[in-house]
């Protein structure tokens, strides 16, 4: 039988896929509550981040801003809206595309692909404190 008096147990709460905001330089400055999804995945050695903005009657992304984005910065919340963690990111090459069609009822989106540097993605938030 185990000895389960040695044992740690920890409260936690995972992460929901609902619960962040989305940040890039101030320069740009691209309102946060525009963003509607992100996805990071790696490409061989290359960290690619894409996202998605709605464009809306009170904003409209500048395509010629695109080469103004050289950080993103991805805050994850907690239940009541609190930061908890999240990523900094330097930028090292971007792409984006916006396809307006006349045949379409659907939302004007503007689509973003961003190369980041994988040594310049820096943790928020990380304090952490490891059982010993």
């Known amino acids: 039988m185990s000895d389960i008096t040695n044992k740690v147990f920890k409260a936690f709460e995972p992460l929901k896929e609902n619960r ?8 740009v400055n691209i309102p946060e509550y525009l963003f509607r999804k992100f996805h990071i995945e790696n490409v061989g050695e290359d960290f690619i981040f894409t996202t998605e903005i709605y464009q809306t009657v009170e904003y409209t992304f500048n395509p010629a801003d695109l080469t103004k984005i050289t950080t993103i910065i991805l805050k994850f919340l907690g239940p009541v809206g609190d930061l908890v ?3 900094h990111m330097l930028v090292k090459g971007s792409n984006m595309e916006m396809i307006g069609d006349y045949g379409s009822g659907e939302l ?23 059982d010993e």
Not at 112 to 125: G, H, M
């Open 85 to 87: 963690g999240g990523l």
């Open 20 to 27: 962040f905001v989305i940040n890039v330089n101030e320069e």
């Open 108 to 130: 004007l989106i503007t689509k973003f692909r961003f190369v980041v540097k994988p040594e310049e993605i820096n943790l928020l938030c990380q304090d952490v404190k490891k």
